[in-house]
């Protein structure tokens, strides 16, 4: 009770809806990230989506290296361009024993009536063309055959039969490799649109959420992230994305998750973090990208997945925290996607960067004052109405409200 009255209160502001001031500032979404000292922007690393933003050019002997690793070109091209090549090799095949079919047929003479034809019914190209297609397929209408009379026409058959067979093997494994990939898994996990920073536990700590929108566990997942900017050397080499690891846990394992609800990755920022010099100012005005990566196995195919998206500066909201998303009803937990996106501000958070409340030896806030700004945000407004609090986990009427941890 004393907290409540000596704070000012919380303002609870969304993301959502600061988003748009972000866009208008080529902030958010695949927007451009201006260069240190330089109005020029150019292009983020990393986009939203997780796409690379990297073009590949002057690529020494690039269709020889991608020809030798055919199959993995097959798996990566686009569904329209597969088809099209199997489709392409089949109607090839066919139409080059064909051709040899009938290179036989004509200088064996089986076109003359009066001899024992190389292949039965086989009267000219099209005849050829068809006895072709019906051996590769096995089809097997019965009509036309191979006679004793050319061996060649009989080498040719099992040669035909065994390009058969390794075509259909290689369409098979390459269209179940295809549409077993793990690509599409990533459509259903889902970053926060900003990273905030904020105090936690009295310290400086970069934070951003990560959800699973399928009931699907992602096996072993873990996560990782790394800060890329620009930086000079002492001898003067310019490296224009240097990558540097942000730690999130490596040593004491928090950055293997148990992704069945939406958690907050935290990285605490202290002397051996690159963001120890960072305050709000520097924040306001400096340009770099935070890349995040979550990884895991897919629990129904075991196949692992990665998926990627990234912050810039303007991204990343100071003196923010995360909404509450999570909420016990009855027998069960209870997730709102509708705010994994917002945050709401925290006025008492310092200004200064870690290193500046390292030097000055500044106690950080109240146990009370988080308290209460925890309990700010939660009962801000209330989201259920009498149809919603009425409702357990199965959707039946329950007769009692959500319970709200304070």
Known sequence: TTCRVCLPPVTVK????????FRGRGGMNNGKILTRGSSQLRSRFVKKNGQCNVLFTNMAEKRQ???ADIFTTCVDIRWRYLLLLFCCSFLLSWLFFGIIFYTVSLAHGDFERSRMPCVLHVQGFVGALLFSMETQTTIGYGWRCVTEECPVAIVTVVIQSIVGCIIDSFMIGTIMAKMARPKKRNQTLVFSKNAVIALRDGKLCLMWRVGNLRRSHIVEAHVRAQLIRSYVTAEGEFIPLEQTDLNVGYDEGTD???LVSPLVIVHEIDRDSPLYSLSRADLETDHFEIVVILEGMVEATAMTTQFRSSYIAREILWGHRFEPVIYEDRDCYKVDYARFHKTYEVPSTTQLSAREL???DLIPRSVSTF????????????????DKEGRDCS?????RHRVTEK
């Open 14 to 21: 969304s993301s959502e809806r600061d988003s748009d001031t």
């Open 65 to 67: 290296r991608y020809l």
């Open 256 to 258: 293997r998750l148990f």
């Open 358 to 360: 390292d030097e000055a």
């Open 371 to 386: 308290c209460y700004e925890n309990e700010a945000v939660l009962s801000c407004e209330e989201e259920d109405d009498g």
């Open 395 to 399: 959707g039946r009427h329950s007769g």
